[in-house]
């Protein structure tokens, strides 16, 4: 059972997703979220290092755990930050066919995708994310710490 | 006056859920259960706050703990909100008379007619264990304070 108690946020580690140079900027993000869509160019174009971590809302967002998984598995391909700004960018195109479609676009083996998207490992690797967020108090997206 | 202390008796009640059951404190003897009193149904604060509650739900209930809402809001209100937000928690309408059992947990904010954001956990025997108020209405406690106290 994860401790769900007070902590401050974890600093960053050498497998969290990062992206870009600079101060860093850690983004606690639902990737089903309208509001965390509409801050994302903004944030993403930020001077910074920006570093995504995972916050899905599963009961008020239905498709939100599929999609931080569809995340953490373009990551082991190599593609984390293309499928988190392709999936805010087109907000309208979530379900499974189009998941695919971005799979080709960027080039991923759809097969492993696939495995790796329904994994254990994927799943608990987006829920040490999420405990982070609650023990460090965070109550709505996004939740930004500099 | 403030929400009500630890310590202290925690008052008995009976309202309607979201599916206009009557409940009442005394359903929970033998059980741990905290309300969670808030401002409105559909406002964003209450919505983000009850939306991460759910989440931690499972880990309230291996702790024996209940979740359970209350606001002013008519049971109709409440039905739609759960509705809305996907969630599952049980939620009490403090209708009528408005907001009387907000008043007796001292979790009442006379100037905008609503209760305040607090959290009160009430143990097995019907006693406050711990209370917590928020510093305004408008900052929802995150969950750890809860898993704080609990620990």
């Given at each position: 059972m994860p401790d769900l108690t007070s902590a401050s946020v974890p600093p960053v580690g050498a497998d969290d997703h990062a992206r870009g140079e600079g101060e860093t900027v850690i983004v606690y993000a639902d990737l089903a979220c309208p509001h965390c869509a509409a801050a994302w160019p903004e944030i993403a174009a930020r001077p910074a290092t920006t570093v995504f971590r995972h916050f899905p809302l599963a009961a008020r967002r239905p498709r939100s755990p599929a999609l931080h998984a569809a995340a953490e598995a373009a990551g082991?391909?190599?593609?984390?930050?293309?499928?988190v700004d392709s999936l805010y960018a087109d907000r309208g195109r979530v379900d499974d066919?189009?998941?695919?479609?971005?799979?080709?676009?960027?080039?991923?083996?759809?097969?492993?995708?696939e495995a790796d998207r329904r994994s254990p490992e994927v799943a608990a690797r987006i829920r040490r994310d999420f405990d982070s967020a609650v023990r460090a108090g965070v109550i709505a997206t996004p939740a930004i710490f500099t | 006056m403030g929400v009500i202390a630890a310590g202290e008796a925690a008052p008995d009640f009976t309202l309607r859920d979201q599916d206009?059951?009557?409940?009442?404190?005394?359903?929970?003897?033998?059980?741990?259960?905290?309300?969670?009193?808030?401002?409105?149904?559909?406002?964003?604060?209450?919505?983000?706050?009850?939306?991460?509650?759910?989440?931690?739900?499972?880990?309230?209930?291996?702790?024996?703990?209940?979740?359970?809402?209350?606001?002013?809001?008519?049971?109709?209100?409440?039905?739609?909100?759960?509705?809305?937000?996907?969630?599952d928690t049980t939620l009490l309408a403090d209708f009528e008379p408005k907001g009387a059992v907000a008043k007796a947990y001292g979790s009442y904010f006379e100037p905008a007619g609503m209760a305040n954001r607090t959290l009160v956990l009430v143990d097995a025997d019907g006693r406050v264990e711990w209370s917590y108020e928020s510093p305004s209405p408008g900052e929802a406690p995150g969950a750890n304070l809860i898993f704080d106290a609990l620990a």
């Open positions: 082991l391909q190599g593609r984390f930050f293309e499928m066919p189009h998941l695919w479609e971005r799979v080709e676009l960027l080039g991923l083996d759809l097969e492993r995708f | 206009g059951e009557e409940v009442s404190l005394s359903d929970y003897r033998g059980r741990r259960v905290l309300f969670v009193f808030y401002p409105f149904d559909f406002s964003s604060v209450c919505s983000d706050q009850l939306t991460v509650y759910q989440e931690v739900k499972p880990e309230l209930e291996e702790k024996g703990v209940e979740l359970v809402g209350i606001s002013v809001d008519h049971i109709h209100a409440h039905k739609a909100f759960r509705e809305k937000l996907g969630i």
